[in-house]
């Protein structure tokens, strides 16, 4: 994902929000599970794994690829954040790749390079998909909100970013029972980026040391 939580996260929330305690969890509709979340949840970690379930085509030779390269565009890893804007996503699986922010610089380090690449964050999180994982309560300047139904016991709901200078078209976020279960991530390339949620642990502390990076021993430094 810078691939696809920044274009995404592989190179890579709002006003009023309505109570759960208020709104059983099991009536609460997307909207109101996402804006209760991004209110009450301050921190968290867990896992996760991507999968690239649509890969855009644009030649004979790519579309005869195109089913070998989305069956294997599957990666898993675990997370932490803290808001606003620090986070560690890691890729365990097949490649190690790790992207991490301590509020100021984004780092993003790929193990078989042994090369870190270090960008400003500044306002990058904006209306990217990041925003709504590590951003701060401010989701509806960036997004607009719209329930998309009940799937299979899911609570979906969709952002589209106001913006038009993202690489994303459109964000599909699934809750159950106010947990996070997954997003669905549409880009203006035609791209579907499926990021599927488990094991989240909500509110743990997490020192300060958790998000300040270390540049590997012998890795090339790229400032972006």
Request: positive net charge; contains cysteine; proline residues 4%.
């Amino acid at each position: 994902m810078m691939g696809s939580l920044f274009r995404a996260m592989r190179v890579a929330a709002t006003g009023a929000w309505i109570a759960l305690a208020a709104v059983p969890c099991a009536q609460a509709s997307g909207t109101a599970q996402l804006k209760a979340f991004v209110a009450q949840v301050r921190s968290a970690e867990g896992t996760f794994v991507q999968r690239q379930i649509k890969a855009a085509v644009g030649s004979a030779s790519q579309a005869q690829g195109q089913a070998t390269r989305t069956s294997m565009a599957t990666s898993s890893g675990t997370f932490q954040f803290a808001r606003p804007g620090r986070f560690v996503w890691a890729y365990q699986k097949p490649y190690e790749q790790l992207l991490q922010s301590d509020g100021d610089k984004l780092y993003v380090w790929d193990k078989d390079l042994n090369q870190v690449t270090v960008r400003a964050l500044n306002g990058a999180l904006g209306a990217s998909p990041a925003a709504i994982l590590f951003g701060s309560n401010d989701l509806e300047k960036n997004f607009t909100l719209r329930d998309a139904g009940v799937k299979q016991g899911i609570d979906w709901l969709e952002l589209v970013p106001k913006s038009k200078d993202t690489q994303f078209e459109r964000v599909v976020i699934g809750f159950r029972d106010g947990n996070l279960e997954a997003m669905e991530l549409h880009d203006v390339f035609g791209n579907v980026t499926l990021l599927t949620f488990s094991n989240i642990h909500k509110n743990p502390v997490l020192p300060t040391h958790t998000f300040k990076f270390a540049v590997p021993k012998g890795a090339d430094v790229i400032n972006g």
